[in-house]
């Protein structure tokens, strides 16, 4: 299947730096490869469910999005344990580590991803299945 893309031109360069570099043939194989990689990521959050520890790190345009950003933490604090922030001139990166119910951390993470001054979020499932104690 052919098909074609809206890329900047900036983010295009460094993709075929990038697959030069690891020797491969084309980039078509290196878009395909980089495909699968996101979807198999993608996919264990999917079929995650129950108890998890997860890491959710972003980076974002700070005076574009900040009041925004904060609403969103504001209404996910009950399984936001923690938050880590710094400055990338221009761009921040975030990190929050989370656990609580897989459902609901990815709700924070697809609310995270909806706003155009964030340009990635990452997700790291730490632990799945995790058990309470009466001792938390």
Same mark, same amino acid.
């Given at each position: 299947?052919?098909?074609?893309?809206?890329?900047?031109?900036?983010?295009?360069?460094?993709?075929?730096?990038?697959?030069?570099?690891?020797?491969?043939?084309?980039? /078509?194989?290196?878009? @395909?490869? *980089?495909?699968?990689?996101?979807? =198999?990521?993608?996919?264990? &959050?999917?079929?995650?469910? !129950?108890?998890?520890?997860?890491?959710?790190?972003?980076?974002?345009?700070?005076?574009?999005?900040?009041?925004?950003?904060?609403?969103?933490?504001?209404?996910?604090?009950?399984?936001?344990?923690?938050?880590?922030?710094?400055?990338?001139?221009?761009?921040?990166?975030? /990190?929050?580590?989370? @656990?609580? *119910?897989?459902?609901?951390?990815? =709700?924070?993470?697809?609310? &995270?991803?909806?706003?155009? !001054?964030?340009?990635?979020?990452?997700?790291?499932?730490?632990?799945?299945?995790?058990?309470?104690?009466?001792?938390?």
């Amino acid at each position: 299947m052919r098909t074609s893309f809206n890329i900047p031109d900036d983010l295009v360069d460094e993709f075929d730096r990038v697959w030069h570099e690891q020797g491969l043939e084309n980039r /078509s194989r290196a878009v @395909r490869e *980089a495909m699968q990689e996101y979807i =198999e990521s993608h996919s264990r &959050l999917e079929a995650t469910s !129950g108890e998890v520890v997860a890491l959710v790190a972003f980076d974002y345009r700070h005076h574009e999005v900040i009041a925004e950003l904060h609403s969103v933490q504001h209404a996910y604090q009950d399984v936001i344990l923690n938050t880590s922030h710094t400055h990338q001139g221009e761009w921040c990166l975030e /990190s929050l580590f989370c @656990r609580g *119910a897989a459902a609901r951390i990815r =709700e924070l993470t697809y609310q &995270l991803r909806d706003f155009d !001054g964030v340009r990635r979020v990452k997700v790291m499932v730490i632990r799945d299945s995790v058990e309470s104690t009466d001792e938390e």
